[in-house]
Structures are given as C-alpha cells and as structure tokens.
C-alpha cells in the first residue's frame, strides 16, 4: 500500500516538473526558433530577456518542488536551513585567558585573535 502511494508521489512530481519545465522554456524556445527561421525578423530584446529569465526562475525552483515532494529531501533542508547542529561542537582554547578558561564554539566559528 505505501509502495503505490510513494509510486504516485513520483509520477505526479515528474508530471509536474516536466509540465514546469514546458511552460518555463517555451517562450525561450520559441524565439530561438523564429530568428533561425527568418533571421531578418525584427524581434524584442526585451522579450527575449524575459523569456531566459523565466527558463532561469525554472531552474531556480525545481530544487524547492523536490523539497516540498520528498520527505528525505525536506528533512535535509529543514536542517540546513535551521542551522541544526549535527555533531557535538570541538572545544577551542582561548590563548589569552589563563589555562583554566575554556570556550566552546561551533565549527564554524572562528576563535578570537589576540
């Protein structure tokens, strides 16, 4: 039973992201192929612009709908955008205080310069 559902989960997202992708370069596609055809045709800088700006807003959110269809994917999102810490953080001494002071820092935390 969860097999045919995670089974449909696949085959909607992939509908979805190539009905996306259709949308999303058709525009681009179709100038290409207008100035191959008739190379004299006169057409829009700005048009073109924005038809390779939606191609690019496509590649840009095909990541978020695979975040926002796949548990596994969303869990290692969440973490990364939530800044949870994986592993235990490494102990740093602190040169300029006296040996009994310790500081505890995360990894990606620099210590401080004296």
């Given at each position: 039973m969860l097999?045919?559902?995670i089974q449909t989960n696949v085959i909607?997202?992939?509908i979805f992201v190539s009905a996306f992708f259709a949308i999303a370069w058709l525009p681009n596609y179709t100038f290409i192929l207008l100035l191959n055809l008739s190379p004299n045709l006169k057409l829009s800088q700005?048009?073109?612009n924005a038809s390779v700006f939606?191609?690019?807003l496509y590649i840009c959110t095909n990541p978020f709908i695979y975040a926002a269809k796949f548990d596994p994917?969303?869990?290692v999102l969440i973490r990364m955008v939530l800044c949870k810490k994986t592993a235990e953080p490494a102990s740093v001494?602190?040169?300029g205080a006296p040996a009994s002071v310790?500081?505890?820092r995360?990894?990606?935390v620099p210590a401080p310069v004296t």
């Amino acid at each position: 039973m969860l097999s045919n559902q995670i089974q449909t989960n696949v085959i909607k997202t992939m509908i979805f992201v190539s009905a996306f992708f259709a949308i999303a370069w058709l525009p681009n596609y179709t100038f290409i192929l207008l100035l191959n055809l008739s190379p004299n045709l006169k057409l829009s800088q700005s048009g073109y612009n924005a038809s390779v700006f939606i191609a690019f807003l496509y590649i840009c959110t095909n990541p978020f709908i695979y975040a926002a269809k796949f548990d596994p994917v969303r869990q290692v999102l969440i973490r990364m955008v939530l800044c949870k810490k994986t592993a235990e953080p490494a102990s740093v001494v602190n040169v300029g205080a006296p040996a009994s002071v310790v500081t505890t820092r995360g990894p990606h935390v620099p210590a401080p310069v004296t």
